[in-house]
């Protein structure tokens, strides 16, 4: 099975190589967890290597984007070409508006025509929620489920960022990571979260909580950025 490298050093060590090409993985977490830039990095370092990949960003600009992302040396031009960022709702605006456009119309429309000129092998979409609001869903179980089988239709491996609260609710099962359920729809969930540590301080962590083919640990580890991201030992 090919897989796509995350370039996360500690990370692809637990998945075996990396994400089982083809998958749809949930990158769940609280505000903060670095959900987006882990998601970049993950593109960006494959775009070097010539594996080309699409950002689909719902709410964040372009430029506010490359800009977070050029602060941690991600930056779009060593690329060569092979990472392209689609800034849907600025696209939307100049397109003519609201009624003209459906949100869930366009996201295909653009992510279906970019393949076919592209042919991008690494998409991500940030995010799922935005696009919950957005597209204005009504059954969100039945378009959460059309969503999915439309991503697996144009044969690519996919991110789909997901936003949690700081704390679930009391009345969520222990092990969700997602509003709706969602979790069961996808290959794999790689879940962030900000771990207490100590009296005052904060850790990034994170755990594979999902990933279907892949023989892996379950446990949370620290997720470190310096001059690239690594996950170590978490620390009591």
Same mark, same amino acid.
């Given at each position: 099975?090919?897989?796509?490298?995350?370039?996360?050093?500690?990370?692809?060590?637990?998945?075996?190589?990396?994400?089982?090409?083809?998958?749809?993985?949930?990158?769940?977490? +609280?505000?903060?967890?670095?959900?987006?830039?882990?998601?970049?990095? /993950? &593109?960006?370092?494959? +775009?070097?290597?010539?594996?080309?990949?699409?950002?689909?960003?719902?709410?964040? *600009?372009?430029?506010?984007?490359?800009?977070? +992302?050029?602060?941690?040396?991600?930056?779009?031009?060593?690329?060569?070409?092979?990472?392209?960022?689609?800034?849907?709702?600025?696209?939307?605006?100049?397109?003519?508006?609201?009624?003209?456009?459906?949100?869930?119309?366009?996201?295909?429309?653009?992510?279906?025509?970019?393949?076919?000129?592209?042919?991008?092998?690494?998409?991500?979409?940030?995010? &799922?929620?935005?696009?919950?609001?957005?597209?204005?869903?009504?059954?969100? *179980?039945?378009?959460?489920?059309?969503?999915?089988?439309?991503?697996?239709?144009?044969?690519?491996?996919?991110?789909?960022?997901?936003?949690?609260?700081?704390?679930?609710?009391?009345?969520?099962?222990?092990?969700?990571?997602?509003?709706?359920?969602?979790?069961?729809?996808?290959?794999?969930? /790689?879940?962030?979260?900000?771990?207490?540590?100590?009296?005052?301080?904060?850790?990034?962590?994170?755990?594979?909580?999902?990933? *279907?083919?892949?023989?892996?640990?379950?446990?949370?580890?620290?997720? /470190?950025?310096?001059?690239?991201?690594?996950?170590?030992?978490?620390?009591?």
């Amino acid at each position: 099975m090919r897989r796509i490298r995350t370039f996360v050093s500690g990370l692809d060590e637990l998945l075996e190589g990396g994400v089982p090409g083809g998958s749809i993985v949930m990158i769940s977490g +609280a505000p903060g967890t670095m959900k987006t830039s882990l998601a970049f990095n /993950i &593109l960006h370092q494959n +775009a070097v290597r010539g594996i080309r990949g699409l950002y689909i960003s719902l709410e964040q *600009r372009r430029e506010s984007l490359l800009d977070q +992302a050029g602060g941690l040396g991600l930056r779009v031009e060593d690329t060569k070409g092979n990472l392209s960022v689609l800034d849907l709702a600025a696209l939307r605006k100049k397109l003519g508006g609201e009624k003209d456009q459906p949100w869930l119309d366009l996201l295909k429309l653009y992510a279906q025509g970019i393949k076919t000129s592209f042919g991008f092998r690494l998409l991500v979409l940030d995010s &799922l929620d935005a696009l919950e609001i957005l597209a204005r869903f009504g059954d969100v *179980r039945r378009e959460l489920f059309d969503l999915i089988k439309w991503l697996r239709g144009l044969e690519c491996t996919t991110l789909l960022l997901t936003e949690l609260p700081t704390t679930l609710s009391p009345t969520a099962p222990p092990n969700a990571f997602a509003k709706h359920k969602e979790e069961y729809l996808a290959d794999g969930i /790689i879940h962030l979260r900000l771990a207490k540590q100590g009296e005052f301080g904060v850790q990034r962590q994170l755990r594979i909580a999902k990933m *279907r083919g892949t023989r892996h640990d379950t446990s949370y580890h620290a997720l /470190i950025f310096e001059d690239g991201f690594k996950l170590t030992q978490v620390l009591g």
